[in-house]
């Protein structure tokens, strides 16, 4: 949409802003609560003093897109502990949606936070649309609809890499560096919980023809650092998680879980209702933290690994 300007919002646009809130929320939500309800609703959430305690709070943005004066979108975002960024209130006037004030402000609300690392919000999980849009823009669903103090609500993260880090999906030639990167995983990391026959038994299992093959078959992805060298891969078959590496010296920077995202966003587009992986017991409490489950402990050769599986929600 030509002419709109993105910007911190005054006290003097406090009125507009309510506006866009209240009419937004009865165009979304009337339907699911009640227009009494939402009045209710948005007379607490949105009330006008509320709203003007948080214009200039320390580590908060609060957005407003306008155009020619008219305040037509709103978006707030909080930065908290360990470069987690909690986005809130992202709301566009409903006789002006689908034109990308939603996208335009996503951006400006999640940019320039110094360490940010995570990005997280509620939906409503009755609410398509939204859940649509924050999926088309990175974000996934950690779990089950939680219920709040009002209504249930769903919520979805998006993890981001480090600066200088960087995720594309991996290309055919480049089997040998992703090769690398296992290789170095299992020798430095997997090394340290199994003995070196089980090592050995993994390694063997490995070739560049096979990972070739499954550059192929498989969606796969990498992370790169600002040399674009691979330091991290991870894949998804259409059915349960492959090969979710990172280089020892590249562990401890989430970038395992940037690789997670892209994965379970390739479960859900392809419908699944679980997503299971073969773990090795070093990977086993990574998995636990992104909500899997053991199922079963099993031997592989002489490798002890872990059958896990995660429900995945109905979006």
């Keep these: 949409m030509q002419g709109v300007v993105i910007r911190e919002a005054a006290p003097a646009d406090i009125p507009a802003v309510r506006r866009v809130l209240v009419d937004t929320w009865h165009a979304t939500y009337d339907h699911l609560f009640g227009p009494e309800r939402v009045t209710a609703i948005t ?26 004066g008219l305040i037509l979108a709103t978006a707030s975002s909080t930065l908290g502990a360990n470069g987690r960024l909690r986005l809130d209130r992202l709301y566009v006037d409903p006789r002006v949606q689908g034109v990308g004030l939603g996208t335009g402000l996503l951006a400006a609300a999640v940019s320039n936070w110094p360490d940010l690392r995570l990005i997280d919000l509620e939906v409503e999980p009755r609410n398509g649309p939204a859940i649509a849009f924050y999926r088309r823009h990175g974000f996934v669903p950690e779990g089950a609809p939680k ?10 993260h998006r993890h981001l890499p480090p600066p200088g880090f960087s995720i594309r999906p991996a290309e055919p030639g480049e089997a040998e ?37 499954h ?8 992370v790169t650092d ?45 419908g ?8 090795s017991v070093t990977a086993e409490p990574f998995y636990e933290a992104r909500g899997f489950t053991v199922l079963e402990r099993f031997a592989w050769g002489p490798a002890t690994m872990v059958a896990m599986e995660r429900r995945l929600p109905a979006v």
């Design 177 to 213: 560096p992703v090769l690398a990167v296992i290789r170095a995983a299992i020798t430095g990391t997997n090394a340290a919980d199994y003995p070196p026959e089980a090592i050995d038994f993994m390694l063997a299992e490995l070739s560049p023809a096979a990972i070739s093959a």
């Design 43 to 68: 007379d607490d959430w949105h009330a006008e003093d509320r709203l003007r305690q948080a214009i200039g709070r320390p580590g908060h943005r609060f957005l407003v897109a306008e155009t020619e």
């Design 215 to 222: 550059l192929v078959q498989w969606d796969v992805w990498v």
């Design 272 to 279: 699944l209702e679980r997503l299971a992986v073969r773990s």
């Design 147 to 156: 219920s709040g103090c009002v209504q249930e609500h769903l919520i979805m």
């Design 226 to 270: 600002r040399e674009g060298t691979i330091c991290g891969t991870g894949a998804f078959d259409g059915a349960r998680v492959r090969q979710l590496f990172v280089t020892p010296a590249m562990q401890g920077r989430r970038l395992g879980c940037v690789l997670m995202d892209a994965i379970e966003r390739a479960a859900l587009d392809a």
